[in-house]
């Protein structure tokens, strides 16, 4: 299939020619004719699927077809979870519409000054790509108005929502025309985005995209054994002190001991926090949002509380408590490795726990590759019905000699990585920022 087979306007198609792509990818063959038709979608899609094109284009092509009456208001609204992102999708914008020499574009996000935007909102604009809380600013403070809006394109719906922007969203929303066109873009369509959506949308096209198995990050699964909790807290330590590590989630079996690492790990000065069903709905996004700011760089957590918890910085996840049931492990461990990034999984076992670590290799086909840290070794131990291994594992065999960790399969030297210790939460601050925490005006 061609970009040509898709309908859009040539002045489209010379700047993709511009831009050296030959065939459209999956989510744009399917969404570009259905935008072009009219139809509002529901499309769960990742990072690296070609989507920011996949509404672009379509949106840039309505604009072509019709141009405002003198006096008109932005005719398309792109709203996304955070600045940098409204800042890609605004050049994606203005490289797809490169040739339209009318286009006018602006960008409203947070940490940004605000009266300089209010200034460009004054000339004519047609597309406004922007974070919620800063266009509601802007909407309050009548610097715009969104009464001419036909499309109105959600990016990152479930972020958004992660971040507490739902009744942001809801507002500028209710400021738009009901008869505008809505396009939901979000890495599940289930739970809370799927109520917003049926909300916003009407007979929506539903497009759904498997990440293709080449662009899922690789995530490399480690197995450390330890001797007793005192080690397996050594072991810890020494793992958010690793270089490489940019933020982590650490698993924990309960509430109390997810609350109790918090604090243990707060006073060795990490930047930890808990994550557990047992806090409040605002503490729970607070929590999440500071791990989106880099804020957090340890966020120990609960299964059910992390599920789904999708931050590109989680480098690491570590099971403390490996989990009690085979599929929570998938779960766990799809925490890191987003948006096509590499992560690394380790599961720290103690002597009670090598009943889970088989069932979970058994669960998964994958076998763990066992590591251990140069000095913190776990003590020799004699083989038993309850041996750390079954036979064949990559690591040495249980009883064989040197504890059940392999000689030589060490890991990364402790010191550097992510400790709070000398200050290594601020080191954060380039990661992607929500504009939360720094809402202009309105504070
Ligand atoms: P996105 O999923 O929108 O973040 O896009 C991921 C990357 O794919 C971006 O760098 C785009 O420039 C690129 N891209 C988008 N559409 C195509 C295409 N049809 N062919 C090749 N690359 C593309």
Not at 189 to 210: C, D, Q, S, Y
């Amino acid at each position: 299939m061609t970009f040509q087979s898709l309908g859009l306007a040539e002045e489209l198609l010379k700047a993709i020619e511009q831009t050296g792509y030959t065939t459209p990818t999956p989510v744009q063959m399917q969404a570009i004719p259905a935008v072009i038709g009219g139809s509002d979608l529901l499309v769960s899609s990742h990072t690296g699927s070609g989507k920011t094109a996949a509404f672009t284009l379509p949106a840039l092509h309505k604009l072509i077809d019709r141009r405002p009456s003198p006096g008109a208001g932005p005719r398309v609204l792109v709203l996304t979870p955070t600045r940098e992102l409204a800042q890609q999708v605004e050049k994606a914008v203005q490289t797809y519409g490169k040739s339209l020499r009318w286009l006018n574009t602006a960008c409203l996000v947070g940490g940004a000054p605000f009266f300089a935007q209010a200034k460009q909102l004054q000339r004519p604009v047609d597309v406004v790509v922007a974070t919620p809380g800063r266009l509601l600013d802007h909407l309050n403070r009548r610097k715009l108005k969104l009464s001419d809006i036909e499309v109105l394109i959600l990016d990152e719906a479930d972020r958004m929502l992660d971040m507490g922007f739902a009744e942001d969203i809801d507002a500028i929303v209710a400021a738009t025309p009901a008869k505008r066109q809505t396009l939901l873009f979000s890495a599940t369509l289930e739970g809370v985005v799927g109520a917003m959506a049926e909300r916003m949308t009407r007979n929506p096209l539903r497009i759904e995209i498997e990440v293709a198995k080449e662009n899922r990050g690789q995530i490399e699964q480690r197995l450390m054994f330890a001797d007793d909790m005192g080690h397996k807290s050594r072991l810890l330590e020494a793992l958010l002190a690793t270089d490489g590590l940019q933020q982590a989630v650490v698993f924990t079996a309960t509430k109390k001991s997810a609350d109790e690492l918090s604090l243990s790990l707060q006073e060795k000065g990490f930047a930890a926090a808990a994550l557990h069903g047992d806090m409040h709905q605002t503490q729970r996004t607070r929590t999440l949002d500071r791990l989106r700011q880099g804020r957090i760089g340890v966020l120990v957590a609960t299964d059910v509380a992390a599920r789904g918890i999708d931050v590109a910085g989680i480098s690491h996840v570590i099971n403390f408590d490996p989990p009690r049931q085979a599929e929570d492990y998938v779960h766990r461990i799809g925490r890191t490795g987003r948006a096509g990034r590499d992560g690394v999984a380790i599961t720290l076992s103690g002597p009670r726990e090598t009943g889970l670590i088989r069932a979970i290799e058994r669960f998964t086909g994958d076998r763990l590759e066992v590591h251990t840290i140069p000095g913190m070794e776990p003590a020799p131990r004699r083989p038993g019905p309850s041996g750390p291994r079954p036979a064949g594992g990559n690591g040495r065999r249980f009883g064989s000699g040197g504890g059940y960790g392999r000689p030589g399969g060490a890991d990364r030297r402790p010191g550097g990585g992510f400790g709070g210790r000398d200050g290594h939460a601020s080191a954060r601050g380039d990661r992607s920022h929500g504009d939360r925490r720094e809402r202009g005006p309105r504070g």
